[in-house]
């Protein structure tokens, strides 16, 4: 015998009440600020129904697209306390990624409208961010990738902005360097001197601890290499300002030779 459809069986408020939280969940997932509120209400709650929720098949009841539920899911990856909720979300994440991107480019994105460049920078941090510092959600490509579809929809000023937020906090794999990372956000994504600036952060360079001029020399020998491997380089006139414009008492010979040269 053929099984019956669960939701048909339901009595009309049954029905209505699936409807409204049906309703209330695309709200939410549509809103990455709303989104937190969920991973606070899921992640803190001790009430037996919510001891055992799981985020797949919630997701897939609720009928939940591609962007909505990346949007929704991404905020579970700061959960401290439901380590298995997180789990079940970066899966979910990996899943559905490249639908989600595509759906990114959409005008607009959801039925409701499009995110908002505030939605989007929380969105982006959500998913570079929340992770562990070392244990990135996206690879490199599917990083640079969702960059380059925000920087197209939203343009160079919008993907700028959340750059500098994002890559002082980003989530990168052990052992990772930063030619690496440049060489990995692309030429596109690095003509702002103050994006590497905010990368270099996260790598512990700031202006009360500038790169010495081994750091320099490194960096700039590595991205020869890169460039005789033929790789695609970031930005190097970015990278030298970049370099260039910490604070010294006595200006590095090295940055002096680079700037010159």
């Known amino acids: 015998m053929l ?18 939280l049906v309703n209330e969940t695309q709200r939410i997932a549509r809103d990455p600020f ?23 098949r919630f997701v897939d009841r609720i ?9 929704l899911t991404s905020s579970i ?6 380590r298995d909720l997180v789990q079940q979300a970066a899966s979910i994440i990996r899943l559905d990624f490249e639908n989600a991107r595509a759906a990114l480019m959409n005008h607009p994105a959801f039925d ?12 982006v941090s959500n998913l570079l961010c929340d992770p562990p510092p070392d244990a990135p959600i996206l690879d490199p490509a599917q990083r640079a990738n969702l960059l380059t579809t925000i920087s197209a929809k939203y343009g160079n000023e919008v993907v700028t902005s959340i750059l500098k937020q994002v890559l002082p906090r ?28 905010a990368l270099l952060q996260r790598f512990g360079l700031t202006d009360a601890n500038p790169p010495k001029d081994m750091q320099v020399l490194e960096i700039i020998s590595r991205m020869a290499r890169y460039a005789v491997e033929g790789h695609q ?13 910490y604070v010294r008492e006595t200006p590095s010979n090295c940055i002096v030779l680079l700037l010159t040269t």
């Open 3 to 20: 099984a019956v459809n669960t939701a048909a069986a339901w009595d009309t408020s049954t029905l209505l009440t699936f409807r409204l």
């Open 34 to 56: 709303l989104a937190d509120r969920f991973r606070e209400a899921i992640d803190k709650a001790e009430t037996e129904p919510f001891r055992h929720f799981d985020l797949v």
């Open 63 to 71: 009928g939940l697209r591609p962007l909505e539920r990346i949007a």
């Open 77 to 82: 990856l700061s959960a401290t306390n439901r």
């Open 112 to 123: 409701s409208g499009d995110l908002t460049p505030a939605q989007v920078a929380k969105f």
């Open 170 to 197: 980003i989530s990168l794999l052990p052992n990772t360097t930063l030619p690496q990372v440049l060489v990995q956000l692309g030429h596109e994504l690095t003509t702002d001197p103050e994006v590497i600036r």
């Open 233 to 245: 380089l970031c930005d190097v006139g970015a990278l030298v300002r970049a370099l260039a414009s």
